[in-house]
């Protein structure tokens, strides 16, 4: 069970990096996405404790490549009169790092439990985007079962485990 957890934890670091290089992508927008106002919407009156979660404005502030304490506000107090749809992706992106805050590397042990905004919810919203899951955040999801990402890692593994044993042809 330990080497279970450790493993899909591995590939939950993995998964983290990639989703947070779409999310920074998808935050670099000049308009939201089809779709995000009602994301927004939906979780702010569902969860309104959310964006003032832990590490939730730090992530934010990450995701759009501006210091955690200021930044975020002088990107809307630059804002021009003109800037409302950018406005709606700073909010959007508020909203997006509370959520990427609440999916840690383990989050494929509960889905986010005991939140009114689940990993799940805000996954499924990524995939609205055109984010490819991975197989540990299909277990998010319930596409998958833990067991079964982990007998496929297992099987990858040992796969390429009997390649690296080989010598190289260097010597």
């Known amino acids: 069970e330990r080497r279970k957890v450790i493993a899909l934890n591995r590939l939950g ?4 990096v990639v989703r947070r290089e779409f999310l920074v992508k998808l935050l670099t927008r000049k308009t939201p996405p089809k779709g ?22 730090t992530v934010s502030a990450e995701l759009l490549g501006v210091d955690a304490s200021t930044g975020l506000r002088k990107q809307v107090t630059d804002l021009p009169p003109t800037g409302d749809a950018r406005a709606q992706v700073l909010t959007l992106a508020v909203v997006l790092g509370a959520l990427e805050a609440r999916t840690p590397k383990d989050a494929w042990r509960g889905g986010g ?7 799940r919810d ?28 982990y007998d496929e890692t297992l099987a990858d593994g040992q796969e390429s485990d009997g390649q690296a044993d080989e010598p190289d042809s260097d010597g």
């Open 122 to 149: 805000y996954l499924a919203f990524l995939v609205e985007q055109g984010y490819e899951l991975a197989d540990v955040e299909r277990i998010i999801t319930g596409e998958r079962s833990a067991d079964e990402v």
């Open 113 to 119: 439990g005991g939140y009114l905004v689940r990993s």
């Open 13 to 16: 670091d993995a998964a983290t």
């Open 36 to 57: 995000a106002g009602i994301f927004t919407a939906n979780c702010l009156v569902r969860d309104p404790s959310l964006i003032s979660d832990y590490q939730g404005p």
